[in-house]
């Protein structure tokens, strides 16, 4: 559908697509919060890091997904240092350090020589918690970014 030939056009898309993408953002606060015991700090420094272990894993190729389903060993992951970490939440240094030192001695994650990574057995115990909402809460904006006439393919600059 073209964005002329929305009800919305595509000033409303714009407001509807925000509105949408902030009652997302809320909805994964909620599951944020809640697996990391009330802590929004400690939820996103923990994601950063997790995302960061990783993050040479992840090139755009097809071999990104080589584990499945199964999340990737221990020894797959790169421990990210705390400067890494406050450039990259944007928080001060000395907050990342307090952050990750609660998360440490809370064992959700383990300290290196060369920073820290969040153990593969904890990464599986928080997706046994959130991975269907969040997987639903996935599907769910998809489903009502569709309804409202947005294109997702254009938004994504394309087709692969």
């Known amino acids: 559908m073209s964005d002329d030939a929305s009800p919305l056009g595509l000033e409303g898309k714009s407001r509807q697509t925000a509105r949408l993408m902030r009652e997302h953002m809320l909805r994964l606060y909620h599951l944020f919060h ?11 420094v923990c ?8 993050s040479h894993m992840a090139t755009g190729s097809d071999d990104d997904d080589a584990f499945g389903d199964a999340l990737p060993p221990d020894e797959m992951r790169r421990p990210v240092s705390m400067q890494a970490l406050a450039r990259a939440t944007l928080l001060p240094r000395e907050t990342v350090r307090r952050t990750v030192g609660r998360l440490v001695d809370a064992g959700v994650c383990v300290r290196t020589p060369r920073g820290v990574y969040v153990p593969t057995a904890i990464i599986a115990a928080m ?11 996935f599907r769910r904006i998809l ?10 393919v254009t938004v994504a600059g394309g087709r692969d």
């Open 127 to 137: 997706d046994n918690v959130s991975t269907v909402e969040i997987e639903r809460e």
């Open 34 to 44: 809640r697996n990391t015991g009330g802590d929004l700090l400690a939820g996103i």
């Open 143 to 152: 489903i009502r970014l569709r309804r409202i006439g947005v294109d997702l």
């Open 47 to 54: 994601a950063t890091i997790i995302s960061a272990n990783l």
